[in-house]
């Protein structure tokens, strides 16, 4: 079965606006992304939202548990952006046990050329065909549960909180 | 315990001269493209041989199974031109049976660009962290039994035999 | 003889701060884009400010004045914010009158890989080596002479007033 | 009046084929250097061949002379491989007295990501608009004339002759 993709924003996806000078969002990359990388993983690829994670509210979290609660596969990436990503993962943890959820991101926006979205999503698709039921957070080629992780403001490095 | 890269060059690793025109090998891009995926797993890297897999002998896959057979890591990637990365596979899959081995490339030079490389790179972390002893070529996203792979020489895709 | 170049920062030489998403200015890009390009004009660099140009004062603007004035160079670019770089152009223009003095930039930060500045860069010293004593603006592949440029805020497209 | 821009191929526009590792040419990427640099020039584009210059053959250059003679613009750029760019420009400096003609070049591939053809592109384009009437090489951020300029073997930078 397909791997499920949901976007729901991020520095992954943010462009940068030549008039004004500011990043904004526009389009998502990801299937650039999958060509660029010549994915032939089957996947099913839905924008839930578009917008930095700084800005996702309750409700926007409800949306996503919902959308994986109902969706047909088992197997399931999250793209998000870094900073609350881990708050997002434990909401996901505490409602859904019966499939394998992986949140990645990106520190640069992919269209800054030196991306480390390519890489990160890379390894969110084997985590996804390889881990256990369970929410996780993929970064820094690493994977972490739901409940050990932290984003470490000082270094932007994922870590372990335990 | 750390992951061995065992670099063995390939389409991965070529460079463009500038002055003849012709593709070569020079130094590894592996510990640029680490840092460029933000990449902290931790890693010991050694290079074993620069060259094109078209022309791998024996003797090279020898070496290849003495090196992997000798670490004391038991999570390998092994960066490989994609010509005979399944030869190579099925070689170190009939040798070694407790360790995780991870084969991985790419169809585009690092230095070109718009590489599957850092993709790829992704993924065969993620590959060697999680899958059960065995050998394994990580390409396009997805992951083969060493005994069950081949490179479609028409479309450059890796694909199940059976 | 050199040509000289003054850096005074813009969009040319923003980088993005990976920790709070904020473009920012660290060192000029300028060495490494004249390597890239291979240039091997005579040049001697100095920057005079590192700023985005809607930040910049007369104070600002008399420096750059004063150092196009006092350098021995007869053939100056001088890279600039896009915003108010044709304001920069008028005040050049008022004070000098014996030097080929060409200002440039970029819409795209140059870290951001689809940049314009080195297109502008190499149409840039290209014009301080043909173009007869005037101070003019070198943007789009084109030339405008100081009193009869504007950047259009619409298309981001410089053009002529009259 | 427009400025006409001839392709001949070269460095410039070789593409890596993933499926043979060989460079190749296909289309002409000049459309897409001339939008990633903002460029407002008006041009007009002709691919008159597309091979490795070290091919090129008296017939070709002579099918070059009679475009550029019998073009109506007065101003040409034309993309030419490196070895043997100059030739190419001494041939058509005995022929052709009354235009500005530009032989420009790269020593990577566009494609290849580092590419000194975006900038030698923006130099050449202005050099078009600048320079009198005769045949010129512009590389390396300089332009030489057609009776003095040879490219240097062993460093691929283009020099006087005398």
Redesign the interface.
């Known amino acids: 079965m397909a791997i499920r993709i949901f976007i729901t924003g991020g520095?992954f996806d943010?462009e940068?606006n030549?008039?004004n000078?500011q990043?904004y969002f526009k389009d998502t990359h990801l299937s650039d992304?999958?060509e660029?990388?010549?994915?032939?993983?089957q996947v099913e690829i839905r924008t839930l939202m578009m917008i930095?994670s700084l800005e996702m509210t309750d409700v926007d979290r409800d949306l996503i548990v919902h959308q994986c609660d109902n969706c047909e596969e088992t197997q399931i990436v999250i793209t998000h952006g870094t900073d609350t990503m881990s708050d997002t993962a434990k909401v996901l943890a505490k409602k859904i046990k019966d499939k394998t959820i992986i949140l990645t991101g990106a520190?640069?926006?992919i269209?800054?050329?030196?991306?480390?979205g390519?890489?990160?999503?890379?390894?969110?698709?084997?985590?996804a065909?390889?881990?256990s039921p369970g929410v996780y957070v993929?970064?820094?080629?690493?994977?972490f549960h739901a409940d050990n992780v932290r984003k470490n403001?000082?270094t932007?490095?994922?870590e372990e909180v335990k």
């Open positions: 520095t943010k940068y030549e008039l000078g990043l992304l999958l660029l990388g010549r994915s032939r993983v930095d520190m640069i926006p269209k800054f050329g030196s991306s480390d390519l890489f990160n999503l890379g390894s969110a698709l084997a985590f065909q390889t881990l993929a970064m820094n080629g690493r994977y403001k000082q932007g490095v994922f």
